[in-house]
């Protein structure tokens, strides 16, 4: 099985919150061989700069911040090297794809980008908090978990 896990997915992992537990799930399937995790590059940037906002709201104190920051850095780290996680690059292919899905849904780049990388791996599911973006995938035959 290949998820595809888009920033809101991924902070799930680290900041308890709804849908948390479904990516324990693909976490835990991904660890003993049954499935394995994708996500743009593009999300490390977006899951850093949420975890800063959260910081800032004061939904994380600065302690917790910087837990959640190290425990992400050092799992994906971990996961890639033991070959269970993968990044998708930020191609020019994949926003140019991207473009006509953002007219044809009035989306954000970022989340059209989500799409067409899911698509450029053949994930079996993209896995998101974001009621849009799994909305907008099924319509495009992507299939998607919505965590919310």
Same mark, same amino acid.
């Given at each position: 099985?290949?998820?595809?896990?888009?920033?809101? @997915? =991924?902070?799930?992992?680290?900041?308890m919150e #709804?849908g948390?537990?479904k990516? /324990? !799930?693909?976490?835990?399937? +991904?660890?003993?061989?049954?499935?394995?995790?994708?996500?743009s590059?593009?999300?490390?940037?977006? @899951? =850093?700069?949420?975890?800063?906002?959260?910081? #800032?709201?004061?939904?994380?104190? /600065? !302690?917790?911040?910087?837990a +959640?920051?190290?425990?992400f850095i050092?799992?994906?780290?971990?996961?890639?090297?033991?070959?269970v996680a993968?990044?998708v690059?930020?191609?020019?292919?994949?926003?140019?794809?991207?473009w006509?899905l953002?007219?044809?849904?009035?989306i954000?780049?970022?989340?059209?980008?989500?799409?067409?990388?899911?698509?450029?791996?053949?994930?079996?599911?993209?896995?998101t908090?974001?009621?849009?973006?799994?909305?907008?995938?099924?319509?495009?035959?992507?299939?998607?978990?919505y965590l919310?």
């Open positions: 099985m290949r998820f595809y896990l888009d920033s809101s @997915a =991924l902070l799930k992992r680290y900041i #709804r948390t537990e990516v /324990e !799930e693909v976490y835990l399937q +991904a660890l003993n061989g049954e499935a394995s995790l994708h996500l590059t593009w999300n490390i940037g977006e @899951a =850093l700069g949420a975890f800063g906002k959260y910081r #800032r709201r004061g939904w994380l104190g /600065e !302690e917790e911040h910087r +959640a920051r190290k425990a050092m799992e994906m780290a971990r996961l890639m090297k033991l070959g993968e990044l690059p930020v191609r020019s292919s994949l926003l140019t794809e991207s006509p953002v007219e044809r849904y009035d954000y780049q970022a989340d059209a980008l989500q799409i067409a990388s899911a698509r450029s791996i053949d994930a079996d599911e993209l896995v908090g974001d009621r849009r973006l799994a909305d907008v995938s099924e319509a495009e035959a992507v299939k998607a978990t919310g």
